[in-house]
């Protein structure tokens, strides 16, 4: 199935939309909102299957052209939102980059985020000052079932009911005080913006596979391609990353958990998915960062594909930033 | 105001509790939840501040006897939980019992923390294995309105809807290894618990000022008084801790931002609110720490006094760690 939010209030309309993106209808006399569909999946994934054969079919009730531009995230606010760094050649950039010793830990690295609010597509993103080394992250990531703590691998993979892309917004000279303190990242994880839809994993044939999702995930900086990659590089699947979000808590329905930025061994082929990710590259090959961080009035677009599946999976996630409103 | 949540599903049903926590009403008619209730604080205080006046002269409808049993935490799942570490004591304890440098920042301690679920009073807590650590975390918190980003202090202030207690269960073992990590707590910051009753800070008189509460928070451990702590050394107030968690974001109605562990320079005479800060004194005092973390079985229980105020300010918060079900 692929589902997705028209704007309306604090956690939008919930949709089901047809397998070519053409055309969508309400699914809120299923459930109102995606969370409340995610709270009560068991009861409702079966109207929602039917609804998704009819609108496929182009014979459901209300059905109406799609313009991405009226749907919001998938969830708008959603109670978890946890982020691994599941891509190794992006951490070991970095670190090469910045002379600092490998993390010597057993287990993924992973922070819990700002979830009360994802931003959608084509919207302005306001933040407070150019200064402060405004960056995307392409990424990708599952929304979960409810799941108990200390889950088991098996129950980790079942616990996913979609996948969906992100845009992990980072203020990066703010997360250079921040690590100082072992507290994570506040400051410098804004919002994150999320691509229209959600998609269930079985619309995704071979392309998911090994709880990962082997799929390209394409940034444009304006009108440049600033990366087009792989995500088959992960060093931990989701299951695996769910497994250690669930290690000591239960983790609720509609948490969302993330790969962290898409990277891979390639880049100097494909590019990268963030800005200091090729700045480390720079730093490595010329001592220097050359490419400059996001300044006000810059776009970036961001649209993942997989092999045999004609649109973009997640829809496009089209972003501008901008100075804050006075 | 006084207010509660009926255990009830996923979100609680609100009540008005009357002053002297006697009894109660359901307010489900004016917003079902607490949750709802902030989401339109505006429209909905006038017709609670009428039904809180009708419960506290007996002669609102439908009113009951309160068995604290029956509620769960305020908000029993929250959008938002930023804790800081806003007791200059406490940090200083710990740097010294570990031989810590100090943590060189112009800006508050706070981390993102699990709020997806805030666990009630009375009931069972179950932690994965006694070898992590188990330890509490006494603690006041804030409950905002929305707050835009970059909010002033005084906003910030004016931000503030509701106080609650918060017990911010830690798992110290594994928070050693996150540590190192910079990404933050995960593993070792499970749910919190929080005290059953939220109060509005007109409640308080005297007691809130400076956007701090002038409580004294009791800790027992069992039948031992673990700590008597007053709460007047509070580095940042509340509204300077609304104002760094904003200073990127937007904060949504219901985000919940705590003081940190509560402390006191006078800890030789009141104790401490967490086992670890003991642990520290004793390093510092004996070379070694006498103090053993929680085991299965043991109760804790937290309750908070302020002049003037014959009631327990948040009602009883009790705790029994347990092994989990398998």
Redesign the interface.
């Known amino acids: 199935m692929k589902l997705a939010s028209r704007r309306k209030g604090?956690d939008g309309e919930l949709l089901v939309v047809a397998r070519d993106l053409s055309s969508a209808v309400s699914a809120a006399h299923i459930a109102p909102t995606l969370q409340a569909a995610l709270?009560a999946w068991e009861n409702v994934e079966p109207a929602l299957k039917n609804l998704y054969a009819l609108v496929n079919a182009g014979t459901a009730s209300g059905q109406f052209t799609l313009d991405q531009a009226v749907l919001d995230a998938p969830l708008p606010?959603a109670?978890?939102w946890?982020d691994g760094?599941a891509y190794p050649q992006h951490g070991e950039l970095m670190a090469t980059a910045f002379s600092r010793p490998k993390?010597?830990?057993s287990?993924p690295?992973?922070?819990?985020?700002?979830?009360?609010?994802f931003l959608g597509t084509g919207g302005p993103v306001?933040?407070?000052s150019e200064e402060?080394g405004i960056d995307f992250e392409g990424e990708f990531a599952v929304v979960t079932s409810d799941v108990p703590?200390?889950a088991s691998r098996q129950t980790a993979a079942e616990s996913i009911r979609l996948l969906i892309q992100v845009n992990d917004w980072s203020?990066r000279k703010?997360a250079a005080?921040e690590?100082?303190?072992?507290?994570?990242?506040?400051?410098?994880?804004?919002?994150c913006a999320a691509a229209p839809i959600a998609i269930t994993p079985d619309e995704l044939g071979s392309a998911w596979r090994d709880s990962r999702l082997h799929a390209t995930l394409e940034v444009r900086r304006g009108e440049e391609i600033f990366g087009r990659v792989p995500a088959n590089e992960m060093a931990y699947g989701f299951d695996e990353l769910i497994v250690?979000?669930a290690?000591?808590?239960?983790?609720?329905a509609g948490?969302i958990i993330g790969s962290g930025t898409v990277s891979s061994s390639r880049y100097a082929e494909v590019g990268s998915c963030c800005i200091s990710e090729r700045q480390a590259i720079e730093m490595i090959a010329h001592g220097a960062a050359r490419t400059r961080y996001l300044q006000y009035g810059e776009r970036v677009r961001m649209t993942s594909y997989a092999d045999g599946i004609s649109v973009p999976l997640f829809g496009i996630l089209d972003s501008a930033v901008v100075r804050?409103a006075t």
């Open positions: 604090r709270d606010r109670w978890q946890l760094s993390i010597e830990i287990f690295l992973m922070y819990q985020g700002l979830s009360h609010h306001p933040f407070p402060d703590m200390a203020l703010l005080q690590v100082k303190t072992g507290f994570g990242w506040l400051m410098s994880k804004p919002a250690h979000a290690r000591t808590r239960d983790l609720c948490t804050p």
